[in-house]
C-alpha cells in the first residue's frame, strides 16, 4: 500500500512592511542609494517597472520620496520590525547618518529653483563638516567645466572653470562612477583648481538628465581626508536625483532663454 503524502503549499512569509520579496529587494537596493537605472539593471528590469515598485512602496509605506523611504526603513528595522529576506545589516542605517540627511532635507524642502544649488552645497557644508561642495557640469565643445555652484565653508564662492581632462569630475562624466579618493592632487596632479584651493578629500557622484545622459556632477571637498565615506556617498547619491532634475530644468531654460534672445539680437 502507497503512503499518502498530504501536500502543503509553500508560503512565503510577508515581512511586516507588507511589501513583497521584489518590492524588498528594491528597497535594499535603494538603501544603498542606486538610482532606478542602476537598480534596474542590478534586477535585470526595465527602470519603468522598478518606479512602478516604488510608487507601490511609497504608497504602503506612506513615504513621498527616497529620502523618506531609507529613513522609515532603518527606523523600523532599528526598532525590531522584521525586513523578509532582508537582513538588518543591509537595511540599517546609521542614526547618525540618518540625522544628517533629514537635516538636509529639511533644509532644501521647500527651496526655489533658482536657490537650491547654494542651499544644498552650503548644507552640505555645514551639515557634513566639509569645507567645500558644489555642483559642475561640462561645457559644450570644449574640455572645460563650469563649477556652476562652490560654497566654502557655508559661503558662496565665485564661480570658477576647470579643465575636464585633468579633474575628478571630468572623470566621471567619462566614467560614469562615483569618485571618492584621498590625496585628491596626487590622483590629478595637474589639476589646477583643486591645488589652489589646498584639496586633499574628494568625493562625487554623476548627474544624469531623464534619458540618462551625463550633465554634471554633485561633489564635496575638504582640506582633510573624509571620513564616514559609505554614509557620504549615500547621501550624495539620494541628493543626487533631485539635483539631476533641477539642473536638467536649469539647462534647458538656459537653452531657451539663448533661443529667444538670437533673433532679438540680431534684429536689434
Not at 108 to 120: C, G, K, N, S, T
Not at 200 to 207: D, E, F
Request: hydrophobic share 40%; proline share 2%; net charge negative.
Amino acid at each position: 500500500m502507497k503512503q499518502q503524502f498530504e501536500k502543503k503549499a509553500i508560503v512565503q512569509p510577508r515581512s511586516r512592511f507588507n511589501l513583497t520579496q521584489r518590492e524588498l529587494e528594491v528597497v535594499g537596493l535603494v538603501a544603498e542609494g542606486l538610482s532606478s537605472r542602476e537598480v534596474a539593471q542590478r534586477l535585470c528590469r526595465s527602470p519603468r517597472t522598478v518606479e512602478n515598485h516604488l510608487r507601490s512602496i511609497y504608497q504602503k509605506l506612506g513615504v513621498r520620496n527616497r529620502v523618506e523611504l531609507v529613513r522609515a526603513v532603518a527606523e523600523r528595522v532599528k526598532s525590531g520590525e522584521h525586513a523578509g529576506g532582508l537582513s538588518g545589516a543591509e537595511l540599517e542605517i546609521k542614526g547618525r547618518t540618518l540625522d544628517l540627511i533629514s537635516k538636509i532635507d529639511s533644509r532644501i524642502a521647500r527651496v526655489e529653483h533658482r536657490d537650491y544649488f547654494f542651499e544644498l552645497a552650503k548644507s552640505l557644508t555645514e551639515v557634513l563638516d566639509v569645507r567645500w561642495a558644489g555642483v559642475t557640469e561640462p561645457k559644450l565643445r570644449e574640455d572645460m567645466l563650469d563649477v556652476i555652484c562652490v560654497v566654502e565653508r557655508g559661503e558662496i564662492r565665485d564661480q570658477v572653470e576647470c579643465q575636464a581632462s585633468v579633474s575628478p569630475c571630468g572623470a566621471i562624466l567619462r566614467d560614469e562612477e562615483i569618485i571618492v579618493a584621498d590625496h585628491v592632487t596626487d590622483l590629478f596632479p595637474d589639476w589646477e583648481l583643486g591645488r589652489e584651493l589646498g584639496a586633499r578629500g574628494y568625493m562625487g557622484v554623476l548627474l544624469v538628465n531623464h534619458v540618462g545622459d551625463a550633465i554634471g556632477t554633485l561633489w564635496i571637498m575638504h582640506d582633510e581626508a573624509i571620513e564616514d565615506i559609505a554614509d557620504y556617498v549615500m547621501i550624495l547619491r539620494l541628493f543626487g536625483r533631485r539635483t539631476s532634475a533641477e539642473l536638467a530644468l536649469a539647462q534647458l531654460l538656459d537653452s531657451v532663454g539663448d533661443e529667444a534672445s538670437g533673433p532679438t539680437a540680431a534684429a536689434e
